[in-house]
């Protein structure tokens, strides 16, 4: 199923806060996420509402952000790229949050913005091992996140997690990523003096 990527901003008359810059973003990795569920689901993997659903949104936006973070780092100045990427996790908290019925069970409120939070963070840590270059990120990063995603699956789908998410899933957000940011970043550049 092909996104709607927007790649640049229609008025380039003013430089873009990187709060906005980083709502573009949040929302592309939420269309992101929920096309990647639908084809797992496509490819009769089990990823029904409530706590899979969730889980595996929040583990898909985790990398995501992680991403935008190398390709941020790559273009944008250190204050800017650490101004983007608390506004970019902050914001993907904010929609998990609006989403959180998604879970199907109720729970206090800024519950799942602040499990957002924090499994960023934790992931971070194992996402700092590994490399993001021109082309993406390395074989580890992409399989440290499989292997994330591979613990929430029910048993009967995790011989084929790996396999999905290395192949088809991973490479999608990532062109995706690649198309929209760096053209996003060189227009809110222009304006920096």
Not at 101 to 107: C, I, K, P, S, W
Not at 129 to 152: I, K, M, N, S, T
Not at 183 to 191: H, V
Request: charged share 30%; hydrophobic share 45%.
């Amino acid at each position: 199923m092909a996104i709607r990527i927007r790649s640049s901003f229609h008025s380039r008359d003013r430089q873009r806060t990187p709060q906005e810059l980083a709502s573009v973003a949040a929302m592309l990795g939420w269309k992101l996420a929920i096309d990647s569920i639908k084809r797992l689901r496509e490819a009769s993997f089990e990823i029904d509402l409530g706590h899979a659903y969730f889980d595996f949104v929040c583990e898909y936006l985790a990398f995501l952000a992680h991403a935008a973070d190398r390709v941020a780092h790559r273009d944008l100045s250190a204050e800017r790229r650490q101004a983007f990427t608390q506004a970019l996790v902050l914001r993907l908290a904010e929609v998990i949050e609006d989403n959180a019925e998604m879970r199907l069970v109720d729970g206090a409120a800024g519950e799942c913005r602040s499990h957002f939070i924090a499994l960023y963070n934790l992931v971070g840590e194992d996402y700092a091992q590994f490399e993001y270059a021109a082309d993406g990120p390395d074989f580890g990063f992409r399989r440290c996140f499989a292997a994330r995603v591979r613990e929430l699956m029910p048993e009967k789908d995790r011989l084929w997690t790996y396999d999905q998410l290395m192949e088809v899933e991973i490479p999608e957000a990532i062109k995706a990523l690649e198309k929209t940011l760096p053209g996003m970043f060189a227009a809110a550049a222009q304006f920096v003096s």
